[in-house]
């Protein structure tokens, strides 16, 4: 990048004023300044020592900048090394600062350069016509229309090395250049042209009566759904006014009625069980009633059940007031006491639980 440092002593002049036309601006422009403020003005009155002093600043005019804003001449020194938009050697009648930040890097820039050194040499030396020196600078603020460079005071953007040697060759014969973008480009639009807001109907008024419909049909819309709801309120309302008799049935299988249950017989003025149904749910092979013979009493019923029982070998010798004892365990071993009666008290019976030899 720039080299920051000042020319050597034997370029530097030996004095620096401005002139009185000069002195003249520089006044207007400190009085732009509250009091204290002046030195607020620095950038402005270099800049125009170095247009006076033909496009570089010398050490004089730094010194006289600071001496006119009583300034420290290291301040203003600070102020010129740091800005490249101020040369600090001489340079040649056409100027050309080359911006090499990213954006003209990524489109560029480096194709200019490497013209720029076959043609001029190394930056910041004048070419031998005393035409054209050249720096590589910062950002020069034109990013969209990269790779730029600055000549003098105006921009000239989307240079390659042959818009680049076309321009110098017209400078430096005095033809007319055309400044700003060297394809044609309008400000900062799209290469090839705008490409936005093309369509006539985006700003002719034919969109608004589009617009309009859109909503026209939305209400529509809106209504159609509003009558559905309307309709369906209403339907629910003559149901509940007017209902449809219910089918328990529907969707079910057919079942045939019974025609001959009691309650129907009774519904028909019938007797509810017929004569033939008591004849047939009478079994005279088993059942040892008589008619009008009364029923015996329970405990009658209970001596014949168990006097038949005792026939037939099955009685059990267990007082029938006692729990029958627990079953051996499946492969205890010796022999199990016989459980023996315990007699009966008044506390109510008890018996003990079987043992075995081995408990």
């Known amino acids: ?101 990213v954006p003209c890097d990524s489109c560029g820039a480096r194709e200019l350069k490497d013209y720029l050194q076959a043609r001029l040499g190394a930056p910041g030396h004048v070419s031998a016509d005393g035409n054209f020196s050249w720096l590589e600078v910062e950002c020069l603020g034109a990013c969209c229309n990269a790779p730029m460079a600055q000549i003098n005071q105006d921009y000239y953007e989307d240079l390659t090395p042959d818009l680049l040697g076309a321009l110098m060759d017209d400078l430096a014969a005095g033809r007319p250049v055309k400044i700003g973008s060297q394809v044609g480009r309008t400000s900062s639009e799209p290469k090839g042209g705008a490409d936005t807001l093309t369509d006539t109907t ?33 339907s629910e309302q003559r149901a509940a006014a007017d209902p449809k008799p219910a089918h328990p049935a529907s969707g079910r299988a ?27 749910a009478a079994d005279g092979t088993e059942s040892t009633a008589q008619p009008g013979t009364p029923a015996p009493s329970a405990a009658e019923t209970v001596a014949r059940a168990e006097a038949a029982g005792a026939e037939a070998g099955t009685q059990s010798d267990l007082p029938r007031d006692e729990p029958p004892p627990q079953p051996v365990a499946s492969g205890a071993s010796g022999t199990v006491d016989e459980p023996k009666p315990a007699p009966a008290n008044k506390s109510g019976p008890k018996r003990s639980a079987p043992k075995s030899e081995g408990n």
């Open 254 to 280: 057919a079942e045939g009625k019974s025609t001959d249950a009691p309650a129907q017989r009774s519904a028909a003025g019938e007797t509810p069980v017929k004569s033939g149904d008591k004849t047939d």
């Open 202 to 234: 985006l700003f002719d008024g034919s969109r608004v009566g589009a617009w309009r419909q859109r909503f026209e049909d939305k209400k529509a819309e809106d209504s159609s759904e509003t009558s559905g709801k309307a309709e369906a309120a209403s």
């Open 1 to 101: 990048m720039a080299n920051r440092r000042l020319a050597p002593a034997s370029e530097q002049p030996a004095s620096f004023a401005f002139s009185s036309e000069n002195a003249e601006w520089a006044k207007g422009q400190i009085e732009k300044y509250p009091e204290g403020r002046q030195a607020s003005a620095v950038i402005p009155l270099l800049w125009k020592a170095q247009e006076q002093n033909g496009g570089w600043l010398p050490r004089a005019a730094i010194e006289a900048v600071a001496g006119e804003l009583g300034m420290p001449h290291i301040r203003v020194l600070e102020v010129a090394t740091f800005y490249t938009m101020f040369a600090l050697e001489p340079v040649g009648r056409f100027w050309i600062q080359l911006c090499g930040t």
